[in-house]
């Protein structure tokens, strides 16, 4: 089949080999897609494909919506791994329009990609003024925050597939905190503000490799809004913000 898209003056096609009931087996190369996002339909999924230049192959697991992408794999038609689950594409080679976009001696001309957004996984609970971190094995935190009340809840988001879970509670809801990831892989949430127009202290410490929190030694200043920098000897200095006091000029090394 051929997959053709038109986006104002963006016209796009390519040939593709529809493989239901299937998923890559992979025999020889690795079955890691370069990304994963959520779509609606198999239609959508390749049209996810067709917007990456790197794109040579995809599968729709219709049960998630999730639709991977994937960029190294060769054609492994004959090495399919049934999945009533699962409709699996090939981009036949040759075939997209335009091609992809080279750069030689020749010309002094360069074509560049337009930046872009694509839907990924939602979180588990809306939230606003929370704390984002990266994990040391490449997952993201996302730590309270406020909805309505203040949060004490924290998701876990994998860029591999696109999804979010569900890990351990901080001990305090908490917005306008700080996060910083440490040098040992711990995660450092400090102060913020909690119910009743509480400025907080407190500060805990998330561990990745069991998805649970422990209490730290509280900051000398309740504050919020307030920045955390990591240093060079791995301390963290806490500046500024404000409380019931007023914008503060205190800092504070952790």
């Known amino acids: 089949m051929i997959i053709t898209r038109t986006v104002e003056q963006d016209i796009r096609s390519e040939q593709m080999f529809l493989i239901p009931d299937a998923k ?3 025999a020889n190369t690795t079955c890691l897609p370069f990304i994963s996002v959520i779509t609606t339909d198999i239609r959508n999924c ?3 494909c067709l917007s990456q230049n790197q794109c040579t192959a995809a599968t729709f697991h ?3 919506s999730n639709c991977e992408l994937f960029d190294n794999m060769l ?3 004959g090495n399919m791994l049934a999945d009533v689950d699962a409709t699996s ?3 036949i080679s040759g075939t997209r329009f335009p091609p992809e976009t080279t750069t030689t001696s020749t010309t002094s001309s360069t074509t560049t990609a337009i930046p872009k957004w694509i839907m990924t996984g939602n979180m588990r609970i809306g939230r606003s003024r929370h704390t984002v971190s990266t994990l040391a094995n490449g997952s993201v935190l996302v730590t309270g925050g406020y909805s309505g009340s203040y ?3 924290a998701e876990l988001y994998n860029p591999s597939i696109g999804t979010w879970t569900t890990t351990g509670n901080i001990s305090a809801g908490r917005e306008y905190h700080t996060v910083s990831t440490l040098a040992n892989g711990l995660v450092l949430v400090a102060g913020g503000q909690s119910s009743g127009s509480t400025y907080l202290n407190s500060a805990e410490l998330y561990n990745p490799s069991t998805g649970t929190w422990a209490t730290t030694a509280n900051m000398s200043i309740a504050r919020e809004c307030h920045t ?3 240093l060079a000897n791995g301390f963290v200095l806490v500046a500024g913000g404000q409380n019931s006091g007023g914008y503060l000029n205190s800092a504070e090394l952790y």
Do not use: G
Request: charged share 5%; aromatic share 10%.
């Open 62 to 64: 219709r049960s998630t």
């Open 89 to 91: 594409i090939n981009v």
């Open 75 to 77: 054609n492994q038609n």
């Open 46 to 48: 390749q049209f996810a």
């Open 24 to 26: 890559f087996q992979c």
């Open 228 to 230: 955390a920098s990591i």
């Open 151 to 153: 949060l004490n809840s």
